[in-house]
């Protein structure tokens, strides 16, 4: 019990530590996106425990009871000048019933949004809080 603690309480301050934006380096040509990510109690969006930028993918670690897939959320991309604003919707709920605490991770290739080397990425769903 105490393991499965350690382990959470790990993953809610690594979803914390996101909440600032975040400057990562590109996979190629040493360019520089940042993430930010906004925090507040709407309930309109799904809430994401971390999201971040790796090797040219949004990566989001989201709720799930042992079945999530990244194909069950639909994306959305807009672009203002150099900023994407990209929200995530769960469009097929998880009804497994595994205990999954930490959440699971999703990839989305930012390619696919339409996100550039050179824009800022801003994830519109908010952080979970602890």
Do not use: W
Request: net charge neutral.
């Amino acid at each position: 019990m105490q393991k499965k603690l350690a382990v959470l309480a790990l993953v809610m301050a690594a979803g914390l530590s996101t909440s600032a934006c975040v400057i990562i380096d590109a996979d190629h040509g040493g360019g520089k996106r940042d993430v930010t990510v906004k925090i507040n109690d709407s309930d309109e969006l799904e809430s994401i425990y971390a999201v971040g930028l790796e090797k040219g993918e949004l990566v989001a670690r989201v709720s799930s009871n042992g079945c999530t897939k990244a194909e069950d959320f639909k994306v959305e991309a807009n672009r203002r000048d150099s900023v994407v604003a990209v929200t995530l919707t769960r469009e097929r709920p998880d009804l497994c019933r595994a205990l999954v605490p930490e959440g699971k991770e999703v990839r989305f290739d930012l390619d696919g949004l339409g996100v550039q080397r050179s824009d800022r990425v801003r994830v519109r769903n908010p952080l979970q809080r602890p």
